[in-house]
Each structure stands twice: as structure tokens, then as C-alpha cells.
């Protein structure tokens, strides 16, 4: 009888750590959901004379603008090419989200690296898919 109860205490416990387990998974992998579309992202952030980017990489983008440039390419990240290789996207992506968050920081000589980084041409002729 002892050692029925210990089994189903050892049941139990392994039951309630895989139902934690899957459900620290399922928030995990919601997380890696991209918090803005690419639409949003290349309209906003992106594109244009009023774009966060425009406005971090001419040095005249306000702390919160800056954070803001950071979670665009924070979301760009988590985005799918329309086309091309992934490991060209995420390596270009990756560099991006450096530059913003290091000019984020404050260092003044990543400005240059996030003009580089963000060349639009650079990007698109090899992801950017055809417009439909």
C-alpha cells in the first residue's frame, strides 16, 4: 500500500511538471511571435522622410523613437523572407537589430553601421518577393 501511494505521488508530480513544462513552452514559442507585420515595419519604421529609421540615422530621433526602431527590428527578425535563403535573412536582420540597439545605447559611431545595415536595395534584390 506504501509504495502504491509513493508510484502515484511520483505520477502526480511528474504529470504537474510535464503540464509546466508544456505550458512554459506554448509561451515561449508565443513569444517568438513577431509583434508588428512587415507592412507595419517597412511603412513606418522604415520607409520614407517621417521613418523612425530616417529619423535615428539623421540624429534627430527622441530615446522613445529609437526604442521603437529596436522593436521593429526586434520583429523583423521573426519575419519570413518572401524569398531568398533564411541564413542570408536572419544574418542581414540580425546586424540591423545590433546597429539599432547599440545606437539605442547610445553609441553615437553605430549610426553608420545601421545606415550599412539598412540599405533597402541591399535587403530587397535578394527577399523582397514580387508585389501581387
Same mark, same amino acid.
Given at each position: 500500500m506504501r509504495n502504491t501511494? *509513493? *508510484?502515484v505521488s511520483?505520477?502526480?508530480t511528474f504529470c504537474v511538471a510535464a503540464v509546466t513544462a508544456t505550458? &512554459?513552452?506554448?509561451?515561449q514559442a508565443a513569444d517568438k511571435k513577431a509583434a508588428y507585420s512587415m507592412e507595419e515595419i517597412m511603412k513606418t519604421g522604415m520607409? /520614407?522622410?517621417t521613418s523612425t529609421l530616417k529619423k535615428v540615422v539623421d540624429g534627430v530621433a527622441t530615446d522613445a +523613437?529609437?526604442?521603437q526602431l529596436v522593436e521593429y527590428c526586434k520583429a523583423l527578425? &521573426?519575419?519570413e523572407p518572401s524569398k531568398g535563403d533564411a541564413a542570408s535573412w536572419k544574418a542581414k536582420t540580425a546586424a540591423l537589430l545590433a546597429a539599432a540597439e547599440k545606437v539605442a545605447a547610445g553609441d553615437k559611431a553605430a549610426i553608420a553601421t545601421?545606415? +550599412?545595415t539598412s540599405n533597402c536595395k541591399a535587403c530587397h534584390s535578394v527577399h523582397? /518577393?514580387?508585389k501581387k
Open positions: 501511494r *509513493i *508510484i511520483a505520477l502526480a505550458s &512554459l513552452f506554448n509561451v520607409k /520614407g522622410d +523613437e529609437k526604442k527578425t &521573426l519575419q545601421l545606415k +550599412e523582397k /518577393g514580387d
